[in-house]
């Protein structure tokens, strides 16, 4: 795939690390129980994001007609307990409603029948704390991937309506798995916070995995994985001016709104697997046929799996109360090109294929709080984005390049992000002409491919 020399250093790199273990400011979130004698506590968080879109594709029998759709992005429950300064539990659960909206690739899946993915509640995070000093603190359980800021970013808290759906683990298409995963993670900082270090022992791929296409309204598999190794992921980031010591359990926010101060943070990341994927895989049987969705190894050879990230987060108050917001990211995933000669659906879909497979790219996202107040305490921000991948397999089309490009308003009805209404307008572009109805079904024409969509998106989020 090819490199980014001018863009990599027009767009800079960002970094935070997810400010250590810091547990939400009991004074600025939920209602909390206060226990024992040595400071436990229980704490309760409840957050809500609501989604309303309309593309001009995603209806009638070739998918190009217009569409609207609504979901209940996130429902979360959080429930975080502290027997004493050191050590403490959290879980959080997640649910949502109309798993339509196909964030994976960027669009909408014309599901025949959503109800295996629709209303599910499952558990998101669930790990042990050890706040042991401020260079060693650990997590232990199901907890986020240190990898990418994008990830770490506070999904309650973002620049734009959403975080890229580009920036996340290959190995699964739910949360649990391509956004966490069940391991140990250590996290300190030094010289004052400036400098923060994440470090973590992860389960990684874990098996063969199926997944519902609601395109076809099948399911397919992909191949097993070779053998059982673990990821290691290692993340540092240096902040030059004021640190950022996010209240945010997650790690980072995509914007503070000023309240962090003025904010400079440089950060990179790596993360390493081997023998992470088959090389030579292929469907099990003919296009059509029952086994054409199944996956066969045809070789011994494996590849592994190595990713790096670079990233920048600026954020500057000004004296007359705006503020200025930009971040930008690049990405490097690899697998040794394997989607050559990996070729089983599943594979190409999910792995070393598809929107978090093989691929290298950035983004820039840039956003400004106007000085001005908008009802009792309101904030507007505007703001724009670009992103740019170049993707292995994405949808069926080999060597994709996608280019998402938008922009729009946020308003904080509180002048902090515990209520906001988001409306966004952005814009998908495909390099190649894509099939977004139904990619596994070979008898479609030409006709149904398409190289481009719009999409308005008004958000609600809450969060208390």
């Known amino acids: 795939m090819k490199k980014m020399y ?11 690390l997810a400010g250590g273990l810091a547990l939400p400011d009991k004074a600025i979130a939920g209602p909390s129980i206060d226990f024992g004698d040595d400071g436990g506590y229980l704490q309760l968080d409840v957050k809500f994001q609501g989604i309303l879109d309309h593309t001009n594709f995603g209806s009638s029998t070739d998918g190009q007609g217009s569409r609207w759709d609504a979901d209940l992005r996130r429902a979360r429950i959080v429930f975080t307990g502290m027997f004493d300064d050191t050590w403490g539990a959290k879980f959080q659960t997640c649910g949502g409603t109309s798993a ?49 800021r994008a990830n770490l970013d506070e999904c309650f808290s973002p620049l734009s309506h959403e975080r890229s759906a ?97 904010v400079l943070t440089l950060g990179i990341a790596g993360a390493y697997e081997a023998d992470a994927a088959y090389k030579n895989t292929a469907p099990a049987g003919a296009a059509g046929t029952a086994g054409y969705l199944l996956p066969t190894v045809t070789g011994d050879e494996t590849v592994d799996y190595t990713a790096w990230t670079a990233d920048l987060f600026f954020e500057y108050p000004f004296a007359d ?57 309101g904030k507007l921000q505007p703001f724009a984005r670009y992103e740019h991948w170049d993707i292995a397999s994405l949808l069926g089309e080999t060597d994709q390049t996608v280019k998402q490009w938008g922009g729009g308003m946020n308003y904080y009805v509180m002048g902090n992000d515990k209520v906001r209404f988001t409306l966004e307008y952005y814009r998908t572009d495909y390099d190649k002409p894509t099939n977004l109805a139904d990619y596994t079904d070979t008898s479609l024409t030409t006709n149904a491919k398409t190289d481009s969509y719009d999409t308005m998106t008004a958000m609600f989020m809450v969060s208390f």
């Open 166 to 262: 580009f920036v996340y683990s290959p190995y699964g298409t739910d949360a649990t798995k391509n956004s966490r995963d069940m391991g140990l993670v250590a996290t300190g900082a030094f010289d004052d916070n400036h400098l923060k270090y994440f470090a973590g022992i992860m389960e990684g791929r874990e098996g063969a995995a199926s997944f519902y296409n609601p395109f076809a309204d099948k399911t397919f598999t992909t191949s097993t994985e070779p053998s059982s190794s673990l990821e290691y992921v290692a993340r540092l980031h240096y902040s030059f001016l004021d640190p950022e010591t996010s209240a945010s359990a997650g790690g980072y926010k995509g914007t503070y709104l000023g309240k962090q101060g003025k």
């Open 321 to 377: 109360g705006g503020v200025l917001t930009a971040t930008a990211l690049y990405l490097d995933v690899d697998f040794d090109d394997a989607y050559k000669t990996a070729t089983a659906v599943g594979d190409l879909g999910t792995i070393v294929g598809g929107a978090t497979g093989q691929r290298e790219g950035y983004y820039g996202k840039l956003g400004y709080v106007l000085p001005l107040t908008v009802g009792p305490k």
């Open 6 to 16: 001018t863009v990599l250093a027009a767009t800079a790199f960002c970094s935070c």
């Open 100 to 148: 339509t909206r196909n964030f994976g690739g960027g669009g909408y899946e014309l599901s025949k029948n959503n109800s295996k993915t629709n209303s599910q509640i499952r558990l998101t995070d669930g790990y042990l704390i050890g706040m042991i000093n401020d260079w060693f603190n650990v997590k232990a359980g199901l907890t986020k991937i240190p990898l990418t």
